[in-house]
């Protein structure tokens, strides 16, 4: 049973934008900080941006602060991840991210209790 549902990777040149979404369902979106997480090949899976479930918190790695922006929209169960100004990077397959009980923000790996398929995003420079 797929849960978390992303769209939006693909090929973009260096400085473009790209939006990202995750789509949930809602017994899950409604009591879930979401996030993203990121892997390059060859690279551990790292944290890129987490919301927390009212949207009253958001957080981001450096390496995107500035350039990106979380959002999450309670009617449509879906969360968003807005980047601008993209470098070859961002390259990597980007997961959506669930945790059903968070305790603390940002969103860490281990607190991540559903995972999206993820989507391949392409920074071509």
């Known amino acids: 049973q797929v849960q978390l549902v992303e769209s939006g990777g693909g090929l973009v040149q260096a400085g473009g934008s790209l939006r990202l979404s995750c789509k949930a369902s809602e017994r899950i979106f409604s009591i879930s900080s979401m996030g993203w997480f990121r892997q390059a090949p060859g690279k551990e899976r790292e944290f890129v941006s987490s919301?927390?479930?009212?949207?009253?918190?958001?957080d981001y790695a450096d390496s995107v602060k500035g350039r990106g922006t979380i959002s999450r929209d309670n009617a449509k169960n879906t969360v968003y991840l807005q980047m601008n100004n993209l470098k070859p990077e961002d390259s990597a397959v980007y997961s959506c991210?669930?945790?059903?009980?968070?305790?603390?923000?940002?969103?860490?790996?281990?607190?991540?209790?559903?995972w999206g398929k993820g989507t391949l995003v392409t920074v071509s420079s």
């Open positions: 991210a669930a945790d059903r009980y968070p305790l603390s923000q940002p969103m860490k790996i281990a607190g991540v209790d559903i």
């Open positions: 919301i927390s479930v009212h949207g009253e918190r958001t």
